[in-house]
């Protein structure tokens, strides 16, 4: 009876308790929305940073990601790969030479981070074989083929078959050039990695810096992002000599971005709760405030204090039991359908390293999580009207007309 | 010794302000059971909170009120609600009933509140409208019911759980003189063939003349009590 009383309370002044629903449901889906585009942004941008830059953990001499001289290679890389290939969440390594170079066309000239890969097994970690756009990822047997991005291209103002200088380091820190051609394009939509990678095949730059076997940097891909840690502390454990880092660790700032991003939710979900609190307060007080001779003859004739308490805890609960779950479910269908549909920000964060269509994203745990602040948030805004209800003198409540 | 329904000893009501106001003196008041009394008197001599007082929604400022030897003075506010939710039963002027909730519905709830079974609820609710001539309203809520109707309501409420006696302060002030009529004669008609106790406040002459008993107060002070 009493949720009976509750129910129809809330439709006693149907536009008032209309106008608050909605402001629930609307306040949640800003929110919930707001929320659910920052974590898409950046569930891209980490799958972008683990799938093209980081991989999900690497090996390296110490200082070589500092430094990146020649001669801080691994001699017994090949040896560690076969052992990570063990694992059983491994999809890929592999293993690369790497040069600070430079490079320079018939136009220019410019410093650019030379990559030499096992095309076959790059492949597998970064997937950049399917985001070639023009020619090929090393198919086909032409003498020093190269591949680079779109942007480079522009950059220096070549296309397929252009041939460039490719100017590195070698071991004895003499500087040998060598020419390549261009063999494909590539375009991943990430601005800053693609101006700054450029690839060749291993063999041709383990030629050119003269390091017969080894390699600078072992990048491993997993199955499992989760795995990254763990396995990486166990290969730390097993090489001491070497440096191995999981991509949290690789990325600068990354840590602290996921970790704010978490924050960036609670808080920005909890402001607009916060502000839906007050219109929540405000409206039940004034209902309580309207029925003051109404509670005052339930007191009268009987009723238990924490039972007219109740009674207005139940109205307010209700009240955002309505908007509530309505909210969570238009957020829910807006983040499932742009989800799907993506919104296009026309690459103004492209150069920041952020795709530029970003896919809203939010997982279970966070509506749930949601749901429970404003469950809670109701309880608390009902908190306030149902004691000033209690307060009431029922002989006075009654004189009032 | 005679069991008093009523037993007020000494009660006394005082308003501290500027000037004090004495709203109920030194009443020594005792009702019977089954008996039909009209407290009466000009407007400010303390009907209300007399009555009040006896129902155990004011607190006296010194004396005593017994109901059915129960002492009231004492009480903490959550044992005098469950006391008046158990012995009492009430009908004010008006706006008695909860304008969300059927004529059966604000009948039913103090039943509720008292935890009686569903299907005993449901007779009791049943007789009661029949009684108050309401049996065809049952599923009307108060804005669809005429003031008479409201205040048969209110007294089928009053009865349902059982009290010792029932209190109404001027339950008939704002009805026309038939309805006022016919909500009398079914206090009457109840008092009669159930032995309820009534003991209500009014203005009305025509209603004064139904009753088996008059108080008269003047100024606080009890200056006439005559049974007929
Ligand atoms: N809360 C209060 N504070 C101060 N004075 C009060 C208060 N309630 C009642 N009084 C005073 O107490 C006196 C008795 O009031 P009460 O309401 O009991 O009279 P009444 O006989 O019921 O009058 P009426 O016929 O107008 O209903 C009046 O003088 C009134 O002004
Ligand atoms: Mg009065």
């Known amino acids: ?401 | 010794m005679t069991n008093y329904v009523i037993e007020t000893k000494s009660l006394t009501k005082t308003y501290e302000g500027i000037v004090p106001v004495y709203a109920v003196r030194g009443a020594d008041v005792t009702i019977e059971d089954n008996e039909f009394t009209a407290i009466i008197g000009p407007s400010g001599s303390g009907k209300t909170t007399l009555l009040n007082m006896i129902g155990g929604l004011d607190r006296p400022t010194s004396g005593s009120v017994k109901v059915n030897g129960h002492e009231l003075t004492g009480k903490t506010d959550s044992e005098l609600i469950d006391f008046r939710l158990k012995h009492i039963g009430f009908v004010f002027q008006s706006y008695n009933l909860i304008p969300v909730l059927t004529a059966k519905e604000n009948t039913e709830f103090i039943m509720l509140l008292q935890k009686i079974p569903k299907a005993q609820r449901d007779a009791r609710v049943e007789q009661l409208l029949g009684e108050v001539g309401l049996a065809d309203k049952m599923d009307k809520r108060p804005t669809e019911l005429s003031g008479g109707q409201q205040q048969r309501v209110a007294v089928a409420r009053a009865l349902a759980s059982k009290p010792d006696f029932v209190l109404a302060d001027e339950p008939t002030a704002n009805l026309d003189s038939a309805s006022a009529s016919n909500l009398l004669d079914i206090m009457a008609r109840l008092n009669k063939e159930e032995g309820i106790t009534f003991i209500f406040s009014t203005h009305d002459q025509r209603v004064i003349d139904r009753a088996r008993r008059v108080i008269t107060l003047e100024d606080g002070v009890v200056v006439r009590d005559e049974r007929r």
Do not use: C
Request: no cysteine; hydrophobic share 50%.
């Open chain 1, 1 to 401: 009876m009493l949720l009976k009383i509750a129910w129809r309370n809330i439709w006693r002044n149907r536009t008032r308790s209309i106008v608050v629903i909605t402001a629930i449901a609307i306040g949640l889906l800003a929110g919930v929305f707001a929320s659910a585009f920052m974590q898409g942004m950046m569930r891209q941008k980490i799958e972008s940073v683990i799938k093209l830059e980081m991989s999900d953990f690497q090996f390296h001499r110490p200082q070589f990601t500092d430094e990146f001289l020649t001669s801080l290679y691994i001699p017994n890389a090949d040896q560690i790969m076969v052992e990570v290939e063990q694992e059983p969440t491994v999809a890929g390594t592999s293993g690369r030479l790497i040069s600070m170079g430079m490079v320079g066309s018939a136009r220019r000239s410019g410093a650019i981070r030379i990559m030499g890969i096992d095309p076959a097994k790059e492949a597998l970690v970064t997937g950049l074989n399917e985001k070639v756009v023009d020619g090929t990822w090393f198919e086909g047997a032409s003498r020093n083929p190269l591949v680079i991005s779109r942007k480079v291209a522009e950059k220096y103002g070549v296309d397929l078959k252009s041939k460039l200088v490719l100017t590195v380091q070698d071991l004895d820190g003499e500087i040998i050039a060598g020419a390549f051609r261009v063999v494909g394009i590539f375009d991943t939509g990430n601005g800053m990695f693609d101006e700054m990678n450029i690839y060749v095949r291993q063999d041709d730059l383990r030629a050119l810096m003269r390091i017969e076997a080894g390699v600078h940097e072992i990048a491993v891909s997993l199955t499992d992002h989760d795995m990254a840690e763990p396995l990486a502390a166990k290969y730390r454990a097993a090489h001491p000599e070497l440096e191995v880092l999981p991509w949290l660790d690789l990325a600068t700032g990354m840590r602290y971005m996921i970790e704010t991003m978490d924050v960036y939710l609670y808080f920005i979900v909890g402001i607009i709760l916060v502000a839906l609190l007050f219109s929540i307060l405000n409206t039940m007080l004034m209902a309580v405030l309207e029925r003051v001779r109404e509670i005052g003859v339930l007191m009268a004739v009987g009723m238990a204090k924490r039972k007219v308490f109740g009674m207005i805890l139940f109205e307010t609960v209700m009240l955002t039991m309505i908007g509530g779950p309505l909210g969570l479910l238009l957020s829910w269908g807006m983040v499932s359908y742009f989800g799907q549909v993506g919104i296009d920000l026309g690459g103004a964060y492209n150069d920041l390293g952020f795709a530029s269509i970003v896919y809203p994203y939010l997982d279970i745990r966070s509506y749930f999580e949601v749901a429970i602040m404003v469950a809670v948030m109701a309880v608390i805004a009902a908190v306030y009207p149902a004691r000033k209800a209690l307060k009431l003198i029922p002989v006075e409540a009654i004189r009032t007309q």
